[in-house]
């Protein structure tokens, strides 16, 4: 089977890596991809969101799936355009509907449906800019911290975490200006839940689903959870306070809650499912579902998948993913974030990377990267991720530490503490 990749980032580069190992992928294209992408198939130039050219693409290549990495493809239809064009509704494509997809699209809607089901998730409500007003008198009404949220896709930058009432009254009336364009022309209001944070995955047809191995990401830009919020500096998995215990509330409470309010809302959903979760004194709450996998956490997640991933989504296609055995490995992953000095602020790109092929013990997963003259060059904020495996997670820190000393570029930039946090917690297998 002929299979086309849409994504270009360190997930991309994770997917491109598991799909090629499948005996059933034959060929794989990859739009755009980067540096790393190209080792195992053909990188094409072309946007994810370019639906005629992914058409013409699909058709010239003969391809027999689409399997979308990021959300933008998936937020603006692109599931929805293959249904309706009969050249091409029998390739199926890995994400759901364009309603399925408004779960991340829309954090007014993601709200709404779990409250209508059920799912636990913090106390909300939902401003214009014509009840601003109301909006600021919401806010007397909690205590801080106030949670600040732009309905729709704001680059990861659309979630405001303050301290003072009058920081969030500023902070309310700008976003309702346009500080984040048509993202924010709604604003969701949310309760702080205190606790700590994770995300559990799930693959689902629509009808069953399969639990994906968790993990826990690290979204500030400094040691300690320091600094400015980025798309994620690092992830482990799975993560040691997930016991069983905690997990079957997870599933319980908000996994099948979840999948049947989809069915019986008639939403059609075949694809990754990403719960953004707060344990709350060993209590599952939902900070935010995405209708992706989440980057960098598939850096780690994934590895640890040792079923054939083609197969899964085959099943996926088919509505009979519970006929599959999903097979986990049941070593740590550790997964560290190679940055671009300054970002997630302004960053200078162009350099060479060298050493890549002397981390040893390790996966490296290339993301901001492009190929020039045989030579691996920075193009983006997040450069590259490495993932190292432990029988003990201190074990898979310290190898995917040394994974990361040979590597070189100007200005690298990374974390020193990824998984460190987590080592207080007695390690209990999920």
Not at 31 to 59: L, Y
Not at 406 to 422: A, H
């Amino acid at each position: 089977m002929n299979i086309l990749l849409l994504g270009s980032g360190g997930r991309e580069h994770a997917f491109a890596w598991k799909l090629a190992q499948s005996k059933h992928c034959s060929k794989l294209i990859i739009a755009p991809g980067n540096g790393g992408t190209a080792q195992f198939g053909a990188n094409v130039n072309i946007k994810t969101t370019d639906f005629d050219e992914i058409k013409r693409i699909v058709i010239k290549n003969q391809i027999g799936m689409v399997v979308a990495g990021p959300e933008d493809p998936l937020v603006n239809g692109i599931t929805d355009f293959f249904l309706n064009d009969p050249q091409i509704n029998k390739i199926p494509v890995i994400g759901p509907s364009k309603q399925g997809a408004a779960l991340e699209g829309s954090k007014d809607f993601a709200k709404q449906f779990m409250v209508k089901y059920g799912v636990p998730t913090a106390a909300y409500a939902t401003f214009t800019r014509q009840t601003l007003s109301e909006g600021i008198e919401f806010l007397r009404f909690l205590k801080p911290p106030y949670v600040l949220k732009a309905d729709g896709l704001a680059a990861g930058k659309g979630v405001l975490i303050l301290d003072s009432f009058d920081e969030a009254q500023k902070e309310l009336e700008q976003m309702l200006s346009g500080k984040f364009g048509s993202a924010s022309q709604q604003v969701v209001i949310e309760e702080f839940l205190p606790g700590i944070e994770l995300s559990v995955f799930a693959l689902t047809d629509g009808e069953n689903y399969k639990i994906l191995p968790a993990a826990k990401d690290y979204k500030r830009i400094g040691d300690g959870d320091t600094g400015l919020n980025t798309g994620g500096m690092g992830a482990v998995s799975p993560v040691p306070f997930a016991d069983n215990l905690f997990l079957k509330k997870v599933e319980e409470r908000i996994i099948s809650p979840t999948v049947k309010g989809l069915k019986e809302e008639k939403i059609l959903y075949k694809g990754f499912l990403f719960f953004g979760l707060m344990n709350v004194n060993g209590d599952p709450y939902v900070i935010e579902y995405n209708c992706r996998m989440g980057d960098p956490e598939t850096e780690a997640v994934l590895p640890r998948i040792k079923s054939d991933l083609v197969e899964l989504f085959q099943a996926v296609a088919g509505g009979t993913l519970n006929e599959c055995k999903l097979v986990i490995d049941n070593r740590f992953a550790v997964t560290v974030i190679l940055a671009s000095k300054g970002y997630p602020g302004s960053y200078s790109t162009g350099f060479e990377i060298s050493g890549i092929d002397q981390a040893t013990d390790c996966l490296v997963f290339q993301a901001g990267t492009r190929s020039s003259n045989n030579q691996c060059i920075t193009s983006g904020g997040r450069v590259l991720a490495v993932t190292a495996f432990g029988n003990e997670l201190e074990q898979a820190i310290r190898l995917a530490y040394k994974g990361v000393e040979p590597i070189s570029f100007e200005g690298k930039y990374f974390r020193s503490d990824i998984g460190k946090d987590l080592l207080k917690f007695t390690i209990r297998q999920a």
